[in-house]
């Protein structure tokens, strides 16, 4: 039936998107820039913690100093002149 068909694609557009929106934020995007695109905050952080956001890497970039952050990326030199 057209139905089931219909019910069966929304579902996977439904999966596609909460995977791709807990993936921008596993990468390293954040709520509100992921939110702009159309999703609410609550929504984005909801589809992030049920795939696996935060992971431990995004929990250590989140409390580190902007000292260790210029330092991870590349001793300073990724300040503009």
Request: no cysteine; hydrophobic share 35%.
């Amino acid at each position: 039936m057209r139905i089931r068909a219909a019910v069966a694609g929304v579902r996977k557009a439904q999966e596609s998107l909460e995977k791709a929106v807990a993936q921008a934020l596993k990468n390293g995007a954040s709520v509100r820039a992921v939110a702009e695109l159309g999703v609410s905050a609550n929504t984005v952080q909801k589809y992030g913690r049920a795939h696996g956001w935060p992971t431990e890497e995004n929990r250590e970039r989140f409390y580190e100093s902007r000292y260790d952050r210029e330092d991870r990326e590349g001793r300073g030199d990724s300040r503009p002149a």
